[in-house]
T-cell receptor, first 112, second 112 residues
Framework: EDQVTQSPEALRLQEGESSSLNCSYT??????LFWYRQDPGKGPEFLFT???AGEEKEKERLKATLTKKESFLHITAPKPEDSATYLC?????????????FGTGTRLQVFP | KAGVTQTPRYLIKTRGQQVTLSCSPI?????VSWYQQTPGQGLQFLFE???????NKGNFPGRFSGRQFSNSRSEMNVSTLELGDSALYLC???????????FGPGTRLTVL
């Protein structure tokens, strides 16, 4: 069964304290892996798409990497405004259709 | 370019009623997907429409239905509402099946 697991569920960081969020997946026919940021009461905001193992993408303090079994979202020197829930989603091929499977997210809190 | 818009933003209904939610995708996007988000289950895929045809469907009961119009705008309908239908309903658009999905702000549905 296709599955996406994110860890940790919640993470508290001091401002400037770098860390990484993990997204592990077991899917057949991976088509792409997506990272989103979601603020309370709002829709997810697109961050990155990764398509193949070894690929990396960067945006400001965020860097996403992909291996054959997992992806990491590295946050360097986070600021309080980085506080949000970070969602990972995998696009998988199943029965000749594509579907997007989301993890349950990592809730990040950054304190000044 | 304007983002994905959803109306209404908030709805309060009572059990047994029905509701219709609307989604306008990003201009030029032909694929619209709908998701239900709850604290316990996370983001769950409802269905996807492409060029007025339902192309993919999640594991939700038949009370949940949708349609897409020739201008790519989409509506989602839930009949015979149950308390458990209370959730944030998110719409996402993309230009094709394997492209990045961009989310709207969501419609918060509360069933009393």
């Amino acid at each position: 069964e296709d599955q996406v697991t994110q860890s940790p569920e919640a993470l508290r960081l001091q401002e400037g304290e770098s860390s990484s969020l993990n997204c592990s997946y077991t899917v057949s026919g991976l088509r792409g892996l997506f990272w989103y940021r979601q603020d309370p009461g709002k829709g997810p905001e697109f961050l990155f798409t990764l398509y193949s193992a070894g690929e990396e993408k960067e945006k400001e303090r965020l860097k996403a990497t992909l291996t054959k079994k997992e992806s990491f979202l590295h946050i360097t020197a986070p600021k309080p405004e980085d506080s949000a829930t970070y969602l990972c989603a995998v696009q998988a091929r199943s029965y000749n259709t594509d579907k997007l499977i989301f993890g349950t997210g990592t809730r990040l809190q950054v304190f000044p | 370019k304007a983002g994905v818009t959803q109306t209404p933003r908030y709805l309060i209904k009572t059990r047994g009623q029905q509701v219709t939610l609307s989604c306008s995708p990003i201009s030029g996007h032909r694929s619209v997907s709908w998701y239900q988000q709850t604290p316990g289950q996370g983001l769950q895929f409802l269905f996807e429409y492409f060029s007025e045809t339902q192309r993919n469907k999640g594991n939700f009961p038949g009370r949940f239905s949708g349609r897409q119009f020739s201008n790519s705008r989409s509506e989602m309908n839930v009949s015979t509402l149950e308390l458990g239908d209370s959730a944030l309903y998110l719409c996402a658009s993309s230009s094709g099946t394997t492209d990045t999905q961009y989310f709207g702000p969501g419609t918060r549905l509360t069933v009393l």
